[in-house]
């Protein structure tokens, strides 16, 4: 939860300064042509879907007239709307009753155990009717539900109060983190026993490193010191399995990424076996590359995002540098329903004890619907040569579906080259949400495929999307892993090399003249997921993207086993016999610098172009 509309107001400013300082979220400089190439044998994580918090706007709107509420919960999760999956359930610490008024009113959350010993199952109704609504909605094999907690019961805590502690302590008291995980355990395990809502992950902390959890805040927080944070991870993972319950812990949900990722890389091995997911908000950081590889191949959610940019152009944005460099497999919206341009749908205001609860639905729900009703659970993220656009693949019905960005000022022409899937026997549609005009979800006429190609002049301010049936992909044949190959670039005809043969550490690989040097000579050694690892034989080291960059141009030398994601390479049909090589950290190329054809060239990594230099044959020696 953060700072928004109803949010504290004490780091609106540092928000504001983060979203537009960082380069990641400005209107991005687009070429006004350009080829988008589309790889199917480059594939990462599987999705599981979209949704969004139910906390608060569902402890309001639950209580609404039955047509009111049923009609809020269509448009979000009901096939004709957004046909959200995945749903977060707030289980509340409720507040002392000596302080009836220190949170806003939409954020008053019924805690189940008002007071030490006692609970109380009728608590909540609002947003547990928003629950099952859901539920009901979602197909059961689609439906993912996860409960979380912002804050212990108010008589656990350290200041008497849900809303944090004095000076941003610590604010659950020593004493009672056998009683915090009790509470949150044994409300998990109502929900599945009485209420069939079984969570699949149970997250006990919510921004704990946060330093604006203070007494006196407009919504429950709780500060947890990473330390304490270990503790209660820990205590609720005992608890469950103790309880044999199918639930599982997923933490931290800090509020930005690089918090995330910092606090993973602290916590211990035993606090990291305890965690089956690990959650992070996008309200700041940068590093979703360092928080996939501090995840070390767990799964992955972005748990929370929000922003007042009512266009949705701003989330869309942040979704496709989740997708394409987070690999999350879930991406939640933190308040479907808010003022202020922070919802996909505007309700001004949710505070006001007499509100209607009448909707203007944004441009930013049109901009999530382009994502969340083509790509759908189960479908591969795959590999697709344009920062600005996502790819997924379902191998079931052999759809494949692209969503493209244009959050530039000017529009783009694109071609989408498909010539890496077998075969297309389908045909192509689209639709797009235009920020500037009355298309939404509107869709997109005259989509012509050629040759596995086609083009599409991009609107500014914009999202496309593009379903493309019948993409059928038949996997190259693994290699041998037991044989050594030479790798012959298909522009140069010359062979992948170590220069001067070195077997030192960190020397740069070139192109030569084919000889019977072991550096001339690669083994590809399974890393699991589809990935290689190329080992020289002369030297016994890894092709290796030097400091791991994700940089076009950046060296490709030697280096010793580290285990890292800048070390592994899927090999993918480029036709005619050759391949391509991909980097799983950059999802970029092997490539012969300036298409040399000269000895001693070197070998870089670059964007896919189609170019024959970054085309190998493999011949097994």
Known sequence: MKIRIGKKTGITA?????????????????ASNYTAVVNPGAQYQTFEGWGTSLAWFANRIGGAPDAVRNGYADKLFGSSGLNMNIVRYNIGGGENPAYPNNMELRARVPGFQPTQGTYDWTADANQRWFLQAAKSRIPSSEFIAEAFSNSPPWWM??????????????????????????????VNKHFKDYWGVTFRTLEPLNEPNASWWTYGNRQEGAHFDRNKQEIMIQKVADLLTTQGSPTQVSASDETSIDDGRDTINSFSATTKNAIWQYNVHTYGGSDRVGFNTAAAGKNIWMSEHGDGDASGMQMARSIVYDLRYMKNTGWVYWQAVDGGGWGLMDVNDLNDPNSNFTAVTNKKY????????FIRPGYKIIDIGDGNSIAAYDTVSKNLVIVTLNDSSSSNTVTYDLSAFSSITGS?????????????????????????????????????????????????????????????????????DVTGSSTTLGAALVQNTGGSNYSQQWQFVDAGSGYYKLKNRGSGQLADVNNASQNDGMQIIQYSDNGGANQQWAVTDAGGGYVKLFNKNSNKLMDVNGESTADGAAIIQYTDHGGNNQQWQLVKQ
């Open 428 to 496: 192509v549609t689209g639709y797009q949400t235009v920020t500037s005009t009355g298309d939404n979800l509107a869709p997109i006429t005259g989509l012509t495929l050629t040759n596995k190609t086609f083009q599409r002049t991009i609107p500014a301010q914009s999202t496309a999307t593009f379903v493309i049936s019948g993409a059928n992909y038949t996997p190259q044949q693994p290699v041998d892993t037991s044989a050594y190959y030479k790798l012959i670039n298909r522009n140069s005809g010359k062979v992948l």
């Open 14 to 30: 540092a928000l504001i300064a983060f979203v537009g300082g960082n380069s990641l979220f400005a209107p991005s400089a687009h």
């Open 366 to 373: 049109y901009a999530l619907a382009q994502w969340s009703k």
């Open 157 to 186: 805590t350290q200041s008497g109060s849900v809303t944090g502690n004095y000076g941003a302590a610590n604010n659950l008291r020593d004493d009672m983190y056998d009683a915090f995980a009790d509470y949150l355990v044994t």
